[in-house]
């Protein structure tokens, strides 16, 4: 059974840093590539980050290019998402998802994370 | 960017169809796939896929979900709709990067 848990969140201040994780388990991680989408509260999903797998190739949306950076360690089956210069926007829970490779759906869902970024 | 526009809310009535639609304002086709995947997420849940490449049912997902379209226009339909259903329902294209439509809330009357 494919799981996904998401770890890491919590209430942090603007501008400062929030390192996410997901731990992966039931299928061979390092054969696929994953991802990270976002819903604010009563908001609707946005997608924040891909990855391949071997952790070459890193894709974002321009919301937050330059501010979050995706990675994974295939040894641990561990997916990251390092975000810097939070902002209140930035607030929302955060899924870990693993996208098929050629045709970009989302077949699973972690549980999600909440991420509050207020003072 | 791809942007997905979809009705904000829909209300149907136990058994009856409910068509959802979702339409991009670029073509999300591509060497005869459509790049379009339905979701629906219930309070307080992660998203589930239902329908993938616009018209593929996904595992497990019942046959009374069905999705069609090509282009720039796309539907969802649920037929026949069960309390079970009430939820939200995304779209998401993926021909170009992800994006994902706002969703259309699902209610019955």
């Known amino acids: 059974e494919v799981q996904l848990v998401e770890s890491g969140g919590g209430l942090v201040q603007p501008g400062r840093s929030l390192k996410l994780s997901c731990a992966a388990s039931g299928f061979t991680f390092s054969n696929y590539y994953m991802a990270w989408v976002r819903q604010a509260p009563k908001k609707g999903l946005e997608w924040v980050a891909t990855?391949?797998?071997?952790?070459?190739?890193?894709y974002y949306p321009d919301s937050v290019k330059g501010r979050f950076t995706i990675s994974r360690d295939n040894a641990k089956s561990s997916l990251y998402l390092q975000m810097n210069s939070l902002k209140s926007e930035d607030t929302a829970t955060y899924y870990c998802?693993?996208?098929?490779?050629?045709?970009?759906?989302?077949?699973?869902w972690g549980q999600g994370v909440m991420v509050t970024v207020s003072s | 960017d791809i942007v997905l526009t979809q009705s904000p809310a829909l209300a149907v009535s136990l058994g009856q169809r409910a068509t959802i639609s979702c339409k991009t304002n670029q073509n999300v086709d591509y060497y005869g796939n459509s790049y379009m995947h339905w979701y629906q997420q219930k309070p307080g849940q992660q998203p589930k896929l239902l329908i993938y490449?616009?018209?593929n049912l996904a595992s497990g997902i019942p046959a009374r979900f069905s999705g069609r379209g090509s282009g720039t226009d796309f539907t969802l339909t649920i037929d026949p709709v069960e309390a079970d259903d009430t939820a939200t329902y995304y779209c998401q294209q993926s021909r170009n990067l992800n994006t994902f439509g706002a969703g259309t809330k699902l209610e019955l009357k």
């Open positions: 990855i391949s797998t071997s952790g070459s190739r890193t």
């Open positions: 998802a693993r996208p098929e490779y050629s045709e970009g759906y989302f077949d699973y």
């Open positions: 490449l616009a018209s």
